[in-house]
Structures are given as structure tokens and as C-alpha cells.
């Protein structure tokens, strides 16, 4: 279930589009019963369903995970992230094993 979900926030972008909850359920291939679910609270959205959400409502999955209180990932998040930690400490391991090596 979701945290907390910005029903506001959600209906002032679909305004902003100028469009409805029936589209965006529909362009996310949910039905409108279970957008209705979303929106109460009571349904949290899945890392694709984010995706679909944002892309149609042209902000980052980030803030659509946000304001949905998503709980569960979001697609792509983190993955730069962990590879660039993942780089630096090969890097570091690199290094200090060339240290040893000279010392």
C-alpha cells in the first residue's frame, strides 16, 4: 500500500494536460476501479505503472513515486548511482593494491 498519496498534486497535473483520471488509467492499461484504488490510498502503483504515469504527465519518475508515497522502486532508480559507487571502489581497490605492490 502506498504512504501517502497527493491526490491533489496528481489531478492539478492531469489538469495542467489537460486531461482525465480515464486517460491516464487507460494509458497505464489499468482499469479505472483500480485507478480509483490508487487515488483512495488503498492500491500502490507498480515500478511500471510510475513509469506510464510519468511519461504522460512529463515530470520524473522520481516525483511520480513521490507524491504516489510509492514505497517500491522506480524504474532505473539508483542503477547510476551503484554503478558509479561500484567504479569508485574498484578504483580504490585498484589503487591500493598498486600501493602494496610498490611497497
Do not use: H, N, Y
Not at 498519496?5 to 487507460?26: H, I, M, Y
Amino acid at each position: 500500500m502506498a504512504l501517502f498519496f497527493d491526490t491533489a498534486w496528481f489531478d492539478g497535473k492531469l489538469a495542467e494536460r489537460g486531461l482525465s483520471r480515464r486517460v491516464l488509467a487507460a494509458a497505464a492499461g489499468m482499469g479505472e476501479a483500480d485507478l480509483a484504488l490508487v487515488f483512495k490510498d488503498q492500491r500502490e502503483l507498480s515500478a511500471e505503472e510510475v513509469g506510464v504515469f510519468a511519461e504522460l504527465l512529463g515530470v520524473p519518475p522520481t516525483e511520480i513515486a513521490k507524491q504516489a508515497g510509492v514505497s517500491t522502486p522506480v524504474p532505473g532508480q539508483g542503477a547510476e548511482a551503484r554503478i558509479a559507487a561500484l567504479e569508485r571502489r574498484v578504483a580504490a581497490l585498484e589503487a591500493e593494491l598498486s600501493r602494496l605492490r610498490r611497497g
